[in-house]
């Protein structure tokens, strides 16, 4: 059984920075990617950025500038440091661990997930 256990979350104003982490326990995640998304109330989960286990990376546009995705095998955790918070960025963000190799934007590939952490970006 592999767990994913996000942390990091919080209020920050706009134009703020913060990382979250993402550790995975159970299973080492070594071998697959790994990504985040954000669910706003009321839509559904948006892929934000993802990992290979060779570190090539993927990001969706309105993050590409402003988020970086990055990963520490040793430690099994899964970083998403952001800058330049938007209001728009305010969601649940969650943590995946995909079944494939290969960066994917696809929810549906992706097995794990964890319980997810709230950003809220207001003044």
């Known amino acids: 059984q592999v767990r994913l256990v996000e942390s990091g979350g919080g209020l920050i104003q706009p134009g703020g920075s913060l990382r979250l982490s993402c550790k995975v326990a159970?299973?080492?995640?070594?071998?697959?990617?790994m990504g985040w998304f954000r669910q706003a109330p009321g839509k559904a989960r948006q892929f934000l950025a993802a990992?290979?286990?060779?570190?090539?990376?993927y990001y969706e546009d309105s993050v590409k500038d402003r988020f970086t995705i990055s990963r520490d095998s040793a430690e099994n955790t899964l970083y998403l440091q952001m800058y330049s918070l938007k209001p728009e960025d305010t969601g649940v963000y969650y943590c995946?661990?995909?079944?494939?190799?290969?960066?994917?934007?696809?929810?549906?590939?992706?097995?794990?997930w964890g319980q997810g952490t709230q950003v809220t970006v207001s003044s």
């Open positions: 159970g299973r080492n995640s070594r071998g697959n990617t």
């Open positions: 995946g661990a995909s079944t494939k190799t290969v960066i994917t934007a696809s929810p549906s590939d992706y097995r794990y």
């Open positions: 990992i290979s286990d060779v570190g090539g990376r």
